[in-house]
């Protein structure tokens, strides 16, 4: 069942990992969100039902049965997304996955609490044949798998914005230093995560950081070659962080922004 009114939900199917891979936390593809064409179509007059069913790239014949079967109990054809697993990774025997719902920001959220601990309804369907994998492309599911371009047409290009947000953080800056002493101020720019689950995997041995399609991640002390990522720490108790940055539901670029601070357990 689709969750009450929220400014945004998804489900993203990953490769959790395996022994061969390690824990990688990888995506297979785009995540079935509030925003995608199969969650804002009119369900047979009921917007509330959709299945997301993950099956391997040879189980044609059983997504086929289980399509079937979903839309006899009245969900549409149409608001039936099926995520894809390789056939690469089918084959080990030692892969996990799991799916992860993201929900932010519940308009309710007395109605929120309930449905997140309605316990909705999870089926796992195992089935067995004379051959696991086959190399008939006819008898495969597509896989893509699909990333889409997140460009839209009523996006502003941001990088326009550049000149402004330098001149916002200047001024900023000098009036900080009216109060504190100016060489004590330091400038630390965020850098974004460019991690693509499906390119990951194929790099064994690194982690995949349980990458969102949807998402952009940005964070200090980010290497590009690199998926080892340093904490930004404050060092003393006086010290204070100020962040700055562009609102992209303004410029329509996103559909919520957040920052998020971790405290250890000696904090």
Same mark, same amino acid.
């Given at each position: 069942e689709r969750p009450p009114p929220v400014e945004y939900f998804s489900?993203?199917? !990953? /490769?959790? &990992?395996?022994?061969?891979?390690?824990?990688?936390?990888?995506?297979?593809?785009d995540s079935l969100n509030s925003h995608s064409p199969k969650m804002t179509i009119n369900n047979n007059g009921n917007t509330t039902l959709f299945a997301h069913v993950v099956a391997t790239e040879s189980s044609r014949e059983t997504v086929e049965r289980i399509q079937g079967a979903l839309t006899e109990s009245g969900i549409s054809e149409e608001a039936i997304h099926v995520a894809v697993v390789p056939n690469r990774l089918a084959e080990e025997s030692t892969a996990f996955y799991e799916v992860v719902l993201r929900l932010f920001r519940f308009e309710n959220?007395?109605?929120?609490? =309930? !449905?997140l601990r309605s316990k909705q309804p999870v089926? !796992?369907?195992? +089935? %067995?044949?004379?051959?696991? *994998?086959?190399?008939? *492309?006819?008898?495969?599911?597509?896989?893509?798998p699909i990333y889409k371009d997140r460009f839209h047409p009523d996006s502003e290009n941001e990088q326009?914005?550049?000149?402004?947000?330098?001149?916002?953080?200047?001024?900023?800056? +000098?009036?900080?230093?009216?109060?504190?002493?100016?060489? %004590?101020?330091q400038? =630390?720019?965020? %850098?974004?995560?460019?991690?693509? &689950?499906?390119? /990951?995997?194929?790099?064994?041995?690194?982690? /995949?950081?349980?990458? %969102?399609?949807?998402?952009?991640?940005? &964070?200090s002390n980010i290497i590009p070659s690199s998926d080892a990522i340093q904490s930004l720490i404050l060092p003393h108790d006086n010290e204070f962080h100020l962040a700055?940055?562009?609102?992209?539901?303004?410029?329509?670029? +996103?559909? !919520?922004s957040s920052i998020t601070l971790l405290k250890t357990n000696e904090a």
């Open positions: 489900f993203t199917t !990953y /490769c959790l &990992g395996s022994i061969k891979r390690g824990l990688v936390f990888a995506s297979l593809g959220q007395t109605e929120g609490d =309930i !449905y089926f !796992y369907i195992k +089935g %067995s044949s004379a051959s696991t *994998t086959t190399t008939d *492309t006819k008898k495969l599911l597509p896989n893509k326009l914005l550049k000149s402004e947000l330098h001149a916002y953080q200047n001024n900023l800056l +000098g009036n900080l230093n009216q109060t504190f002493d100016a060489s %004590s101020i400038t =630390i720019n965020f %850098s974004p995560l460019f991690i693509i &689950g499906s390119k /990951c995997l194929d790099n064994i041995g690194h982690l /995949c950081l349980g990458d %969102s399609p949807d998402a952009a991640y940005f &964070g700055t940055a562009v609102d992209h539901r303004m410029t329509h670029s +996103g559909i !919520y």
